[in-house]
């Protein structure tokens, strides 16, 4: 397992963007795939987007395809979160997580063993 730090969350206007930083403390993430959740309030945590260790493929939940884009930077060891065209319907906990190394990307919450402790995003009308 690794442990991990989101940073880049806030308040923003509808419409506005935010990127969300997720990195790895003591290590890197080269080799995870990694993967956004997010999770509203007296709501569970759903699958935002996902990519693998190279980057060459990426998972988009249909709410956000358009409009949020998953990166990385292995350079630096860290995954990006670009929230375009925000809506209050983002507003949410937004949470990294990291797969074992060598893994491929997942839609799944249980296929991931390291998690954040999540960003606050909320987005005003």
């Known amino acids: 397992q690794v442990q991990l730090v989101e940073s880049g969350g806030g308040l923003v206007q509808a419409g506005g963007s935010l990127r969300l930083t997720c990195a790895a403390s003591g290590r890197t993430l080269t080799r995870h795939a990694v993967g956004w959740f997010r999770q509203a309030p007296g709501k569970e945590r759903e699958f935002v987007l996902a990519?693998?260790?190279?980057?060459?493929?990426?998972l988009v939940e249909d709410s956000v395809k358009g409009r949020f884009t998953i990166s990385r930077d292995n350079a630096k060891g860290t995954v990006y979160l670009q929230m375009n065209s925000l809506k209050p319907e983002d507003t949410a906990v937004y949470y990294c997580?990291?797969?074992?190394?060598?893994?491929?990307?997942?839609?799944?919450?249980?296929?991931?063993?390291?998690w954040g402790q999540g960003t606050q995003v909320t987005v005003s009308s």
């Open positions: 990519i693998s260790w190279s980057g060459s493929s990426t």
């Open positions: 997580a990291a797969r074992t190394p060598g893994l491929g990307p997942s839609r799944a919450l249980a296929d991931f063993g390291s």
